[in-house]
């Protein structure tokens, strides 16, 4: 689990284990992957502030009530409540993360201070460049450190991207297995579909969140219509490349930067990271120049790579005074709803069923078993060289 409930304040970003943090009374949402939502599901009652599209998908995929969602948007200072009375206040900002479809960075500025809580991002120079960063001195950095490895040399998406493409070239009577969590690298899908002209098949839970991103009219449910397959990375195993490769040509490609054991010769893995490499993070430490950082991976500690960066200050989170109005309301438990318990005692007599008079059948509209495709003049469908259940692994939202 990747959260945190700051010190000395109402705030917790990507914290949803209520009984752990009762004091907080703002909830904020970096971004929709697994590790960054452990707790939180459609029972949740306490309103969660986010970017639009994460709002979406958190609505599509874990149904949590409109009622507590509060899109925010980015770029823009957004002034909230740190008490019940309105004393006490802080601004909040959302930048784009660079990470997954909706992922955000949050500016906290209050009594506390300014922090930034990076949440997972990958860095470009063109963050420190625009509005807010490129005006504000960050007291405490929440920092990335998933790649904080001096020893992990990553090349940029851009340059992962065209080494997947070669590798598919190379392999020009393969059918292609794209391995990957249940959110992210969508654009990724897009454009090897663009380079090598053929529909990407995916699962009907990816192309409804693939609808929600507005992209390119290249993906499709309908098995054997394309040479590309999205597929849950659980499914590269040597078991499922044997058998696919009894039907078919097939190689799997894993799009990501953490070490993966290789069990067959047909299985790539490409280090296309959504997460800042090492050499990125200190570029973004040494721009900032923040008086302390705290890894938001608790088990890969970092600081002690970019110390030289960092600005001296007597001022941390364990000393801030926090104001009156704000401790009492951080002392207040988090309100539940109750449910009304019934005022009469009720006797159980059993069940009793009755069919109606004149009862009639009951016709169940199902759903259509493929989706009709819109004619596209750029992609060509291909004909039947995908097996059946491809999408028979478990729905996640993955990691990173």
Known sequence: MNGAIIPNTPIAVDFWQIRKCNCARLFFLSHMHADHTVGLSSTWNRPIYCSPLTAKILTLRLQVDSEWIHP??????????????????MTVTLIDANHCPGSVMFLFEGYF??????????????????????SKTIDILYLDNTNCNPNLVLPSRQEAT????????????????IGLYCLGKETLLRDLALEFQTWVVVSPQRLQLIHLLELEDVFTTEEGAGRVCAVDRSAIRRSRMIQWNQNYPTIAILPTSKKVKIQHKDVHVVPYSDHSSYQELREFVAALKPCSIIPVVKSNMCEAYFKEFLRPSQKTLSNVTVPVSVRGAMMKRNCRRTVPRLLSRHVPRGVVFELPKNSETLKVNKPPSKIHLSQNKNVAPLKGRFRKGLFNSRVCMGEH
């Open 113 to 134: 201070g300014t922090i930034l809580y990076t949440g997972d991002f990958r860095y470009t120079p063109n963050m420190l460049q625009q509005p807010p960063l490129n």
């Open 162 to 177: 065209i080494q997947i493409k070669e590798l598919i070239r190379r392999h020009p009577e393969h059918d292609v297995m």
């Open 72 to 89: 925010l948007e980015e770029g823009v200072p957004h002034k909230l409540n740190l008490d019940n009375i309105g004393m006490e206040t």
